[in-house]
């Protein structure tokens, strides 16, 4: 069925003998009056996507659950390192010496990355292949599984990725500029450095894993992508367990900063704790950072069976495309993707305790975001809190998804909301119900957490994980 | 220089190639391959080190030559001497 003939007729609502349109249409090019008229057929179903969570639970889809973290941030570590900061208020934000450009403001990682791997490892690798080795190592053992042990060929690794390669390619490059420009010098680790599934493939060398590692590219949406196409395999029975998330090394390249700065996007402030403050009336740009944060994903059956401890329990996600810029944000395609991801997970807005947003602290990003969860969640959720995390550590980039829930996944326990920090004075257009300012706040309950995550050329992640109850 | 001396600059560039060995009991007449854990991508690291801190090229034909520290010493240091006079 082409796609620019969709009718809510034509939907899979309920297990009638009809699959999804991906798995029976034979999709063709539509021409451009036809996108229009899909454009507004799908804004039409926005009201029906209770659909998709009749579709998925005639289904029976396993239940997925989080059962190990492992990360590294600039402001931790640790899940209990990160966590006790973003309740303390402590940033991690700090001055880093960039090529050609002198001193600028990164969230900068300081784990041991010696702790998993040798010398020689980091020497031939990657930052984002270091970053990944310890986030997956750390996650392992706090799953409670053991590397030695895992069934190596039903381990899968998927890790978001906002970009790759780059790093290696300017270090080249300015490496040959010392010799004339004579690619003779040019290091024959460039291409393993620097092909897409790097961070994924070095993982997977270290733990010895044999069965699928690659990443997933897809912005500063990656992170997220990283645990919904986990799922995913996990559900199909592909693998066993998970490896996921995102990573980022993307401090390592001045382009990254270069381009901000040209887009007008790139943070500046004297204290660099200050320097990133989504939601703030003087927020001026993104504070570039690095990090990483990787998940062991099992089926809960297989959780259950062995007496893993359960973090969490994924819900139901959403990811679509804005396809209307490069790099401008899209509210009405963002409320369509918390939209979807809110009915995959069976709820309502109102059933959401808590909103992570993706706010970067560009000027116009952050009211757009905002516009999108008035959209979605109104004035009639009271038991909605929103706040942020890229306030404390920057923008990690592909991370940022992956590390900003973890940040948030204690609250379950604790019933605590981390805060937005740096809002002196809060602009008006982000003024949101619900929003945490600079102090954490007691919540009577949290059952739900949904993260945003959106990415360049318009692709829209979210992500809803839930409290685990048997 | 000296074999020695040629032996040595080899050494320095492995301790930086392989930075986990030990490399105080290397044998000189033993194929470095049977004593350290170096790969094939370690040799080509070999071959751009001399010619990134060197200047010294070593085609493919004669990277046999590069099998042990004697051997090294054999073969490059008439080259590093070479250099020397040049310069």
Known sequence: ?470 | MTNDECKKAVLDIIADIAPDEDLSHVKPDVRLRDQLQLDSMDFLDIVMELRKRHGIEVPEADYIRLASLDSCAEYLTPKFNALAAKS
Not at chain 1, 215 to 243: P, S
Not at chain 1, 272 to 301: H, M, Q, W
Not at chain 1, 312 to 341: F, M, T
Not at chain 1, 464 to 469: E, N, W
Request: proline content about 4%; some cysteine.
């Open chain 1, 1 to 470: 069925m082409p796609i620019d003939q969709a009718v809510e007729n034509d939907r899979p609502v309920a297990c009638g003998g009809k699959l999804p349109h991906a798995m029976t249409s034979n999709v063709s090019r539509a021409s451009d009056d036809k996108n229009v008229h899909a454009d507004k057929a799908f804004i039409a179903f926005q009201p029906l996507l209770a659909s998709d969570f009749l579709f998925a639970q005639t289904l029976n889809l396993p239940r997925i659950v989080i059962t190990g973290i492992g990360l590294t941030a600039p402001n931790g570590n640790s899940l209990a390192e990160f966590r006790g900061n973003l309740l303390a208020g402590v940033a991690g934000i700090e001055w880093l010496e960039v090529r050609y450009m002198g001193r600028l403001l990164a969230g900068v990682c300081h784990f041991d990355a010696l702790k998993h791997q040798k010398k020689k490892e980091v020497r031939v690798g990657t930052r984002a292949g270091s970053i990944s080795i310890w986030c997956a190592r750390e996650a392992i053992a706090d799953s409670g599984l053991s590397v030695e042990t895992l069934a190596k060929d039903r381990v899968g690794i998927y890790i978001g990725c906002t970009e790759h390669g780059n790093v290696e390619t300017e270090n080249e490059i300015f490496a040959i500029s010392k010799f004339g420009y004579d690619t003779k010098y040019w290091s024959h680790y460039h291409n393993p450095r620097t092909v897409a599934n790097n961070p994924a493939g070095e993982a997977s060398l270290n733990l010895g894993v044999t069965g699928p590692a690659y990443t997933i590219g897809a912005a500063c949406a990656a992170g997220n992508l990283g645990l919904i196409h986990a799922t995913q395999m996990l559900r199909l029975g592909e693998v066993d367990l998970a490896v996921c998330g995102g990573v980022s090394e993307s401090i390592h390249t001045f382009g990254i900063f270069a381009g901000f700065k040209s887009q007008g996007a790139l943070a500046t402030h004297e204290t660099p704790a200050k320097a990133s403050r989504p939601f703030d009336r003087a927020r001026n740009g993104i504070v570039v950072s690095e990090g990483g944060c990787l998940y062991t994903l099992e089926r809960l059956d297989d959780a259950l069976r062995r007496g893993a401890r359960i973090y969490a329990e994924i819900a139901g996600y959403g990811v679509n495309s804005d396809a209307s810029d490069y790099v401008l944000p899209n509210p009405v395609r963002q409320a369509e993707c918390v939209r979807k991801s809110i009915a995959n997970a069976g709820l309502k807005p109102a059933d959401i305790h808590i909103v992570n947003t993706h706010a970067t602290a560009t000027p116009l990003g952050d009211i757009q975001e905002c516009e999108a969860i008035r959209a979605v969640f109104g004035e009639g959720c009271p038991d909605t809190f929103i706040n942020n995390t890229k306030s404390f550590i920057g923008h990690c980039m592909g991370a940022a998804g992956a590390l900003e829930l973890a940040g948030n996944l204690p609250s379950f326990d604790d019933l605590v909301v981390h805060p937005t920090i740096n809002v002196d004075d809060l602009d008006p257009a982000c003024a949101l119900p619900g929003l945490v300012l600079n102090r954490p706040a007691k919540a009577a309950r949290v059952d739900t957490i949904l993260n945003n995550s959106f990415g360049m050329l318009g692709i829209n992640s979210t992500l809803i994980v839930k409290r685990f109850v048997a």
